[in-house]
């Protein structure tokens, strides 16, 4: 009985597991929802028996041997409550190569994981791509609603109404905040947006050509909503932002031929492999290398050192074979001005100052009358004031300015006009431009 019993929970776990097959078409929308019941029966049931398991799982998909998924493949699950979404659609060059994706399921309860494959089998299509291609901004929708089959087949339907062609498909749908769309307020009436693309093989009808018009581009312009006639068979379910309609005609659009660029060198060429070089290295004398880098640099640096300092130290005049070289007649100049410099300084040191208006006598403005100055050897002049207070005075006594002693000035001016003419007659290269 062990055996039969592992045997059959053997047969459940490998169906659970198996592999499933879908067959998409190339240049038609791909939709493949992943269902958290079809994971419930891998994952434990609650502790108590008859309770309802409502665990959150979250899904991880990723191409095999890759870790992330093939560019035309985008997925979205809202919450860990609410089923995944694998949608995209699928190119032409991918025709007859399946794509196997693995699809890992996370209970968030018990932290298991439970995991199977999507083989993707894409089938070409007559006549891809349909020729005329519009794409619709629908604003009152999320991407995982417009995803769902009776919401997609009533946009189609009312497409179709307005279009009225013979064949018509679901190319792609793009969520707009891939398109650089800002996430929306959390108020319930405010969606992010979906883009999808439709193809006919029909051109477009008169409706939708109203957009090009003048008058609803000038509208669009000033961020008002265009007039269209046929707005009102999509405004019952679906809020379309006709300003931001694209109609392609792709039988009218010039193919770009782009010429691959030769490669340079350095560059492998195609299918070309890369080769290490052997692990058996022959060693390298960097003598040569030092040499070059550091010996002849300082050997230079120290030539240019030994002539700087024999230019310097060796071949320096000095003081008195400067003086053996120069006549005597300028060298009694030179001392001559010097000595009439330093006296200059001398005298200029020596001169009287004059004393501050603090210590001079104070006359009284009225009578004329001299008062001593307050400082003497009699009085404490750390705490009196330097002039004397007129608290019984109307105005403030004028103080006279000292004179200057006139013979000193006189006597100095004409020493220095004798010294001026003595210098002038003497050495006049010397002194020329030199004004006292």
Known sequence: SH??????????????????????????LFVHVLEREYFKGEFPPYPKPGDASNDPITFNTNLMGYPDRPGWLRYIQRTPHSDGVLYGS?????????TVIEITAYNRRTFETARHNLIINIMSTEDFPLPYQAEFFI???????????????????????????????????????????????PINDLKEGVYVMVGADVPFSSCLREVETPQNQLRCSQEMEPVIS??????????????????????????????KAEPGTGILP?????????????????????????AVPSAVALVLLLILGYSMCC??????KRN?????????????????????????????????????????????????????????????????????????????????????????????????????????????????
């Open 315 to 320: 071949r320096r005049e000095g003081v008195e």
């Open 139 to 185: 604003k009152n929708m999320n991407v995982e609603e417009m995803l769902a089959s009776e919401v997609l087949g009533d946009f189609l339907g009312a497409v179709k109404n307005v279009w009225q062609p013979e064949r018509l498909n679901a190319i792609n749908i793009t969520s707009a905040l891939d398109r650089g769309g800002r996430v929306p307020l």
């Open 270 to 294: 195609d299918m070309g492999e890369y080769k290490p070089p052997s692990e058996t290295l022959e060693s390298r004398d960097y003598f040569a290398d030092f040499l070059i880098t550091l």
């Open 324 to 436: 053996m070289q120069t006549p005597d007649i300028q060298l009694v100049h030179h001392s001559s001005i010097q000595k009439s410099t330093k006296e200059l300084r001398s005298m200029s040191k020596n001169r009287e100052i004059s004393w501050p208006l603090s210590t001079l006598p104070v006359f009284h403005h009225v009578s004329g009358e001299v008062v001593p100055p307050i400082h003497r050897d009699n009085y404490e002049t750390t705490s009196m004031p330097l002039m004397q207070t007129q608290t019984n005075l109307q105005s403030q006594m004028q103080i006279p300015r000292q004179q200057p002693s006139g013979w000193l000035s006189e006597a100095i001016l004409d020493f220095l006009n004798v010294l001026y003419i003595y210098l002038n007659t003497l050495y006049s290269p010397y002194i020329q431009g030199y004004t006292i």
């Open 230 to 259: 046929c707005d009102k068979k999509f405004r019952a379910q679906f809020h379309i932002d006709w300003c931001k309609i694209s109609l392609v005609d792709i039988t009218k659009v010039v193919p770009v031929h782009r010429e």
């Open 3 to 28: 055996t039969l019993f592992t045997g059959i929970f053997m047969l459940l776990w490998l169906s659970s597991h198996a592999d499933r097959n879908v067959y998409p078409s190339a240049g038609v």
């Open 90 to 98: 699928p190119t032409s060059e991918l025709v007859g190569k399946p």
